[in-house]
């Protein structure tokens, strides 16, 4: 017995040895939020008066009114029937990294707040550029004449789908978005003195405070996050049904609870009916409606379906579905290279195949889709896997947009 003791004994600072090497070997490796007081690479220490500096991170910032879509795989475009025989979006299978998306569309109150501070800081120029058309409710034959004066300001609309803007619109709207978050996310870190010092006064992305561009979603992004097929997921990888619209089933009513029989989404329900028989109308709205009408997606994204249309960020082009990436696929125009890229990248399909100039063909790289469908629409538009298209200086009365963002620092 006390032979065995001993041994036991001597073997306790073995045991102990190999239970702190298996910790150190599994627990304390390096990673984006602990990455240590010394350099793996060099031995130098971080954050010495000469040293470099490794700021704090704890990830990715939470921007205001944004959901976490989770990536994955899915089969993109239409499995609706092709009405116009189009064949423009034919199924395929693609990769989605992972995003976040605006949980509503941009809103009328937001882009009052946007045109308020434009008017502090920018030239009447650009004030005057930034001004949605309200015109785009006029019409010879109807009275549509209070929407014009009061939709956009009248406090009723506030939090109504701001519309009448073009896309390159809803782009310089993405990127003061981005800038003012930033600043205040600066201001709220006591670092904001960073972006005096650095190039164009942006604040460094070595800090891990700010956040990565707002921006309009590509159109693989969007019909991606309207489908949210996590809700169909079974067991292992197992995808039991696929969705027309962005809910289960083919109907337009909830099937469900105290709910049941009422609208799913604000859409025209056919000629002339665009709400329903007073007392009990169908979806409730004539024109656009609240921003979190309805039931949200499984992402927990409002009106991903009917209320407005909205821009993507992609060029249109028919052949889209067969010669993009099969991994983020979005098509750009040069100009969307700022400078970085001269080629054009739509090489395979380009401008010159389309006559533009005799007015024969609408598309262009000026062409951008739009998605979703309106309270102008019938239901056949709902469906995510449909497309449509309208030059980027062009805006209607059905079409608004939502903002997107990457994950950054992620591999998924």
């Known amino acids: 017995m006390k032979k065995f003791s001993f041994v036991l004994r001597s073997l306790l600072p073995f045991a102990a040895l190999v239970v702190l090497f298996w910790a150190c070997k599994s627990g304390t490796n390096p990673t984006a939020t602990r990455p240590g007081k010394f350099s793996t690479a060099t031995g130098l220490a971080y954050n010495d008066d000469e040293g470099f500096q490794v700021l704090n991170y704890r990830g990715q910032p939470e921007g205001p009114n944004l959901r976490f879509i989770p990536g994955g795989r899915t089969v993109l475009g239409t499995f609706e029937e092709d009405i116009f025989n189009r064949r423009d979006n034919i199924e395929r299978t693609v990769t989605v990294a992972s995003f976040y998306m605006d949980e509503t569309e941009v809103a009328n109150i937001h882009w009052l707040e946007y045109l308020y501070y434009v008017k502090l800081d920018s030239s009447a120029e650009f004030y005057e550029s930034a001004l949605p058309d309200t015109t785009v409710w006029a019409k010879d034959l109807a009275y549509n004449d209070p929407y014009v004066d009061h939709y956009l300001r009248y406090p009723g609309f506030r939090f109504f789908p701001v519309v009448g803007v073009s896309w390159r619109q809803a782009v310089d709207y993405c990127a003061w978005r981005t800038a003012v978050v930033n600043m205040k996310l600066a201001m709220d870190a006591g670092i904001e003195d960073l972006a005096a010092e650095s190039s164009g006064g942006r604040i460094p992305l070595e800090t891990g405070v700010v956040l990565p561009d707002y921006r309009l979603p590509s159109e693989a992004e969007w019909e991606y996050a309207a489908q949210a097929l996590i809700g169909t997921q079974w067991l292992d990888e197992n995808q039991t049904h696929r969705r027309l619209y962005p809910w289960d089933g083919h109907a337009m009513r909830n099937p469900y609870g ?39 997606n499984d992402f927990g994204l409002y009106n991903m379906a009917g209320n407005v249309n909205e821009w993507v960020f992609d060029v249109y082009r028919p052949l889209s579905f067969q010669d993009m990436e099969d991994l983020n696929p979005v098509r750009r125009s040069a100009q969307d290279y700022r400078g970085r890229r001269s080629e054009d990248p739509n090489v395979d399909d380009p401008q010159s195949l389309y006559d533009t100039r005799n007015f024969n063909s609408l598309i262009s790289d000026n062409a951008r889709v739009y998605k979703g469908g309106s309270w102008k629409d019938v239901a056949y538009w709902l469906s995510p896997g449909t497309r449509r298209y309208l030059d980027q200086d062009s805006s209607t009365a059905t079409i608004g947009f939502r903002c997107a963002m990457i994950r950054a620092g992620t591999n998924y």
């Open 258 to 296: 105290k709910q049941m029989g009422n609208f799913l989404a604000n859409f025209k329900r056919g000629r002339g009916d665009y709400a329903g028989i007073a007392g009990k109308l169908n979806d409730g709205a004539m024109i656009t409606t609240y921003v979190y009408e309805y039931p949200p």
